[in-house]
């Protein structure tokens, strides 16, 4: 701390510290010159010894400097007065190297956030060591088959590739939702803010369960965080919803990056809540294995 404040004072009192030390090497030069006159050299010859022995009175004051980190504030200084003439001399080329400085600052801080958010930051779940994400896209009937197979994992969920699109008048532009399996909350070991998650008899193909679960952040903004928020219901797409649950806070989706996701819905009413009974390509999604669309979450033994 000591070192600490020397450089701040040298850098605010320049005048002050060089005067100091200017004392100091006196105050040493002159018992250094009065120890040689006392051993019997005439006041020249002890004067001229005792610069020889300092090794001169400026690179005596350089290496005072270094040693205390003045020079290096000093010359810190000096460039940052010189920088700053040459922006102002310059403007042209001030303002292109703040852009770049801005670009690469911002660039760096991109690459950081996504660096600790997929290497260092565990998963919003809980146990995240123990859980599993199965990244090839599978079809509804695989995941079906793959689910019954326990020597691996403990449970598995299924959730939709491709974020929904959801509708309704008081989102014209929209808002972003996830069709999962009926044990999605549950094999991510979340506890819900308020309600509950899907359960088991709301799974099975075709759906009689139009419901849905809603993201803290929708239950703040939409519901003005009603407590009674279960049994209200959220319109999607003209189907409505029942809503029986709201997500932890915090909680948007499979990663703490990204977009948030505001309505979760059973797999099992996917097919009604995008209208898909007409579609040529996907009126069979839940029934065809050749429609890959599904990822998976699971825990292991």
Same mark, same amino acid.
């Given at each position: 701390?000591?070192?600490?404040w020397i450089?701040?004072?040298a850098c !605010?009192? /320049? ?6 030390m200017?004392?100091?090497?006196r105050?040493?030069l002159e018992?250094q @010159?009065?120890?040689?006159?006392s051993?019997g ?5 002890a004067r001229?010894?005792a610069?020889?022995?300092f ?5 005596t /004051? ?8 003045i020079r290096?504030?000093?010359e810190?200084?000096q460039? $940052?007065?010189?920088?700053l003439r040459m922006?102002?001399k310059s403007?042209?080329?001030?303002i ?7 670009l690469?600052i911002?660039a760096t801080t991109a690459?950081v956030s @996504?660096?600790d958010n997929?290497v !260092?930051?565990?998963?919003p ?5 123990r859980?599993?994400g199965?990244?090839s896209?599978?079809s509804f009937?695989?995941?079906l088959?793959f689910?019954?197979? %326990?020597?691996?994992?403990s449970?598995?969920?299924a959730?939709?590739?491709? #974020? $929904?699109?959801?509708?309704n008048?008081?989102?014209p532009?929209g !808002?972003?939702g996830?069709?999962?399996s009926?044990?999605f909350f549950?094999?991510?070991g979340l &506890?819900?803010?308020i309600?509950?998650?899907f359960?088991p008899e709301?799974? =099975?193909i075709p759906?009689s369960?139009s419901v849905?679960v809603?993201s803290?952040?929708?239950w ?5 965080? %009603? #407590?009674?928020?279960?049994? &209200?219901? $959220? $319109?999607?797409?003209?189907e ?7 997500a932890p806070k915090? !909680?948007r ?7 948030y996701?505001d309505?979760w819905i ?8 995008q209208h898909? %009974? /007409?579609d =040529?390509?996907?009126?069979?999604v839940l029934e065809?294995r ?5 990822g998976?979450s699971a825990?292991?033994?």
């Open positions: 701390m000591s070192g600490f450089r701040l004072r !605010f009192q /320049k005048g002050r510290t060089e005067r100091d200017d004392d100091e090497l105050f040493h018992r @010159i009065e120890e040689n006159v051993r050299m005439n006041p020249k010859e001229y010894a610069l020889r022995c090794g001169g009175i400026d690179q /004051k350089e290496t005072c400097r270094e040693t205390r980190g290096i504030v000093d810190l200084r460039d $940052l007065r010189y920088a922006l102002i403007p042209g080329f001030a292109v190297a703040v852009l770049i400085l801005a690469g911002g690459v @996504i660096i997929v !260092f930051r565990a998963l779940v809980w146990e995240p060591d859980l599993a199965i990244n896209p599978t009937p695989d995941y088959d689910r019954g197979d %326990d020597q691996v994992f449970a598995v969920a959730f939709g590739g491709t #974020p $929904l699109e959801l509708e008048d008081q989102h532009d !808002f972003s996830r069709c999962v009926a044990n549950q094999v991510l &506890k819900m803010a309600g509950r998650s359960l709301e799974d =099975p759906g369960h849905a809603i803290y952040r929708l703040e903004r939409d519901f003005a965080a %009603d #407590p009674a928020i279960v049994g &209200k219901t $959220l $319109l999607a797409n003209g409505v919803l029942t809503i029986v649950g709201v915090g !909680f989706d499979m990663s703490y990056a990204g977009a996701r309505v059973p797999i099992s009413i996917f097919h009604r809540v898909l %009974d /007409k =040529p390509i996907w009126h069979d065809a050749d429609k890959r669309w599904l998976y825990q292991l033994n």
